[in-house]
């Protein structure tokens, strides 16, 4: 499948932003609620990790400690959209979000795992500043 990030930009500490993540090309017999649909993010210098995780398949949500609380993934299905809202953002919290995709149920083991995802987007920059 192929993946479109928008939603990115600069924002003061303790503000919010929503990221969108658009879901296309799948196979015939498949929708988004096949799928596992997952929220990275890579600071400068630092390796690529896991955000939140919706495995649509079978309702399920992961989040990194790092953002509990503050962080809420969702979708619209209809779309074939997913949604990070970010609240009370830190600068702790820059970075390029990417998005992600794989068929089936990650389960905790695997839901924050970049390895476990084939289909990536290209990246939207998140700048938070103080």
């Known amino acids: 499948v192929q993946l479109v990030e928008s939603g990115g930009g600069l924002v003061q500490a303790g503000q919010s932003l929503t990221l969108s993540c658009v879901v296309s090309?799948?196979?015939?017999?498949?929708?988004?609620?096949?799928?596992?649909i997952s929220w990275f993010r890579q600071a400068p210098g630092k390796e690529r990790e896991g955000v939140s995780c919706?495995?649509?398949?079978?309702?399920?949500?992961y989040y990194a400690n790092s953002v509990k609380g503050r962080f809420t993934i969702s979708s619209d299905n209809a779309r074939n959209t997913v949604f990070l809202q970010m609240n009370d953002l830190s600068p702790e919290d820059t970075a390029v979000y990417y998005c992600?995709?794989?068929?089936?149920?990650?389960?905790?083991?695997?839901?924050?795992?970049?390895?476990?995802?084939?289909?990536w987007g290209h990246g939207t920059q998140v700048t938070v500043s103080s």
């Open positions: 919706y495995s649509v398949s079978d309702d399920m949500k």
């Open positions: 992600a995709a794989e068929f089936g149920r990650p389960g905790s083991t695997w839901a924050l795992s970049p390895s476990w995802y084939p289909d």
């Open positions: 090309g799948f196979d015939s017999d498949y929708t988004l609620e096949d799928y596992a």
